[in-house]
C-alpha cells in the first residue's frame, strides 16, 4: 500500500527496493511488538494465565527497548547498517519462533525480552539507513517510508494478525511474522551498503544531547503521549468488547483504527515540513479527545468512529514527533531516532504497566480515560514550548 506523500525518493531500482525492505521490517517489527494485544484471551488461556499478565507482555518487551534503545544505538552507530539490521532481524526472528513454540510463560517472557533487544536497535539503525540511501533534502520523505511501516502494521498487520490467530491460533501468526522476519533479514543483507554510517565519525556526545532543553521535551511528551496511547491501546480488546462489540469483529475494529492510521501518515508527510507545530497540536489534541470518546461512547457506532480517529491522530505521530527530535539533536547522528525509539517504549512499557493495574481495579472505560488525561498533559506541555514544535532551539 503506497500513498502520495510516501513515493519512492530518487536514487534508482536498488536504492526503491531497500526501502521498501526497510518499510516491510518496521511493518513485521511494530506488528509482532503489539500483535498480542489483539489476541489477549486466546494468548491467555493457553499459556493458563490471565490478560492482565498476558499484557504485561508488551509491557517487558517495551521496557527492554526504553532502556537499551540508546546504548544499543551507541554501541551499533560505526557497524555496518547491512549487517547490524540483518543482526537485528535474525534476532527479531528468534525471540518470535521461541514464542509461537511455547507453552510455558516464563519462557514467553523471555522470548519477548529477546525480541525487544533486537527492537531496541531497530528504529536507530532503520532510519539512519534509510536517510544515508537519499540526498540530504530527501531525509524526511525516506524517514516517511520508515515509519510507513509503522503505520502499515496497524492498518495491516494488526488486524491480519488477529484474523489469522482468531481463525487458526495465535501461534500461527507469531510463527508466520518469524519467518517474515528472517526473510527480510536476508534481503537487507544483499540490498543494504556495507560501508559504516557516514555520520558516526564525530555525532555530538550522547550526554550532551541529553542535556538540551529542546531534547527533554520532545522526550517527556513523547512519553506522555505513548502512555496515555498504550493505557488504552494494549487492552483495547477488553475496552472495546465492554463498550458492545462483538469478540469476533475485534480484528474489524483495529483495521478501521489501523487504516485510518494510512490518513494520518499521509497528513503528516504533508504538513510536517511546513505547519510542524499545528499539525503536531492537532494531533495530540486528537488522540486526547477520542480517548475520552471511547471511555463513554454512547453507541457502538460512535464508539468505532472515535477509535477511526484515534487511528488518524496515531498515524501521524511517529513522523512528526521523529521529525521534531531530529530538529532538537540534528548533530546527533543515530541518537535522535534512538531517544525516539527509547521514549517510545518508556510510554509503552508504562502503559501497558498501568493498564493492568487499571484493569484489576476498575472498568476497561477506565484505560480509555485515563490515556485521555495523559495525552491532555502532553497536549499542555506542546502548548508551553515556545517556537515551531517542541523540537525547536
Do not use: C
Not at 528504529?123 to 524526511?140: E, I, T
Amino acid at each position: 500500500m503506497t500513498t502520495p506523500t510516501l513515493a519512492p525518493p530518487q536514487g534508482g531500482l536498488r536504492v526503491g527496493a531497500a526501502l521498501a525492505v526497510l518499510t516491510l521490517a518496521t511493518f513485521a517489527a511494530v506488528t509482532a511488538e503489539t500483535l498480542p494485544v489483539g489476541l489477549l484471551p486466546m494468548i491467555a488461556a493457553d499459556l493458563s494465565t490471565s490478560e492482565s499478565r498476558v499484557g504485561l507482555l508488551v509491557s517487558a518487551y517495551a521496557v527492554v527497548v526504553a532502556v537499551a534503545s540508546l546504548p544499543l544505538t551507541a554501541l551499533l552507530a560505526r557497524w555496518s547498517r547491512r549487517w547490524a539490521l540483518t543482526g537485528l532481524l535474525v534476532t527479531y526472528a528468534v525471540g518470535n519462533a521461541v514464542f509461537a513454540a511455547t507453552s510455558d510463560y516464563t519462557v514467553a517472557v523471555l522470548a519477548r525480552l529477546v525480541a525487544g533487544f533486537a527492537h531496541a536497535g531497530f528504529f536507530s539503525v532503520a532510519v539512519g539507513a534509510a536517510v544515508s540511501l537519499v540526498p540530504a533534502d530527501r531525509a524526511g520523505r525516506a524517514t516517511a517510508w520508515v515509519f510507513g511501516g509503522t503505520t502499515l502494521a496497524f492498518a495491516a498487520g494488526v488486524p491480519a494478525g488477529t484474523a489469522l490467530g482468531t481463525a487458526v491460533g495465535w501461534r500461527w501468526a507469531f510463527a508466520g511474522l518469524a519467518g517474515v522476519l528472517l526473510l527480510l533479514g536476508v534481503l537487507a543483507a544483499a540490498l543494504l551498503p556495507a560501508s559504516p554510517p557516514p555520520a558516526a565519525a564525530a555525532p555530538a556526545p550522547l550526554r550532551q544531547v541529553l542535556r538540551r532543553r529542546p531534547v527533554q521535551v520532545v522526550a517527556a511528551t513523547i512519553a506522555l503521549l505513548m502512555l496515555g496511547h498504550y493505557t488504552a491501546f494494549t487492552y483495547v480488546t477488553p475496552i472495546v468488547t465492554a463498550a458492545g462489540i462483538d469478540p469476533a469483529h475485534v480484528s474489524l475494529v483495529l483495521l478501521g483504527y489501523g487504516t485510518a492510521g494510512v490518513v494520518g501518515l499521509t497528513l503528516a508527510g504533508a504538513l510536517v515540513d511546513r505547519l510542524p507545530r499545528p499539525t503536531l497540536l492537532v494531533a495530540v489534541t486528537l488522540t486526547a479527545a477520542t480517548l475520552a470518546v471511547v471511555s463513554a461512547p454512547g453507541s457502538t457506532a460512535v464508539l468505532v468512529v472515535a477509535v477511526v480517529l484515534w487511528g488518524v491522530a496515531f498515524g501521524s505521530l511517529p513522523t512528526l514527533l521523529q521529525a521534531a527530535a531530529r530538529r532538537a539533536a540534528p548533530d546527533a547522528g543515530d541518537a535522535a531516532p534512538g531517544l525516539t525509539n527509547a521514549m517510545f517504549n518508556v510510554g509503552i512499557a508504562g502503559g501497558g504497566l498501568l493498564g493492568a493495574r487499571l484493569l484489576i481495579a476498575a472498568e476497561p472505560s477506565a484505560l480509555a480515560l485515563t490515556g485521555g488525561a495523559l495525552a491532555a498533559v502532553a497536549l499542555v506541555v506542546v502548548l508551553l514550548t515556545p517556537g515551531k514544535d517542541p523540537g525547536t532551539r
